[in-house]
């Protein structure tokens, strides 16, 4: 059995460190979750990104995600509108990691943070870095539509 990719994006072309200073920047979408690659997945990130025209990022795991966050800032830091237009959903199971990490000086890199889970939250009342939450798919995208247009 071949193992699965730890990362999948979705959307139009995959950006590169070239990407970022020619285009204007679009909204991402990071979905740090294990059901991110489960079956029914793609529906969902096709869904995201064709209803809010966004690029969505798929993780396996906080694990993940932060090694490529360390491996992608590493050498400079994001310019600023590029993070402003970034939305990250964690799963319950991941949104500990993830928020030690953000809390060692990271802030900055989720200034749109929704925890997905049926006690979700229970961990929005523990980090002011939590925008909100969603107990369930359908409810994450009412809240990444209210989201990007609150941002508009």
């Given at each position: 059995m071949s193992?699965?990719?730890s990362?999948?994006?979705?959307?139009n072309?995959p950006?590169?460190?070239?990407d970022?200073?020619?285009?204007?920047?679009?909204w991402?979408?990071?979905w740090?979750?294990?059901?991110?690659f489960?079956?029914d997945?793609?529906?969902k990130?096709?869904?995201?990104?064709?209803?809010?025209?966004?690029?969505v990022?798929a993780?396996k795991?906080?694990?993940?995600?932060i090694?490529a966050?360390?491996?992608?800032?590493?050498e400079r830091?994001?310019?600023?509108g590029?993070?402003?237009k970034?939305?990250i959903?964690v799963?319950e199971?991941?949104?500990?990691?993830?928020l030690?990490y953000?809390?060692?000086?990271?802030?900055?890199l989720a200034?749109?943070?929704?925890i997905?889970?049926?006690?979700?939250?229970?961990l929005r009342r523990?980090s002011k870095?939590v925008s909100?939450?969603?107990?369930?798919?359908?409810?994450?995208?009412?809240v990444?539509?209210?989201?990007?247009r609150e941002?508009s």
């Amino acid at each position: 059995m071949s193992a699965s990719p730890s990362s999948v994006v979705f959307g139009n072309s995959p950006n590169t460190r070239q990407d970022d200073h020619h285009r204007p920047t679009a909204w991402t979408v990071i979905w740090i979750d294990e059901v991110a690659f489960k079956s029914d997945a793609k529906a969902k990130k096709d869904g995201l990104s064709e209803r809010f025209k966004v690029r969505v990022k798929a993780y396996k795991s906080s694990e993940k995600c932060i090694r490529a966050f360390d491996k992608r800032y590493k050498e400079r830091p994001p310019s600023y509108g590029h993070v402003q237009k970034q939305i990250i959903v964690v799963s319950e199971g991941n949104a500990e990691e993830l928020l030690d990490y953000l809390h060692r000086g990271k802030e900055w890199l989720a200034p749109k943070l929704i925890i997905l889970g049926p006690t979700s939250g229970q961990l929005r009342r523990r980090s002011k870095l939590v925008s909100a939450t969603a107990r369930n798919w359908d409810q994450l995208m009412g809240v990444v539509g209210r989201t990007l247009r609150e941002a508009s």
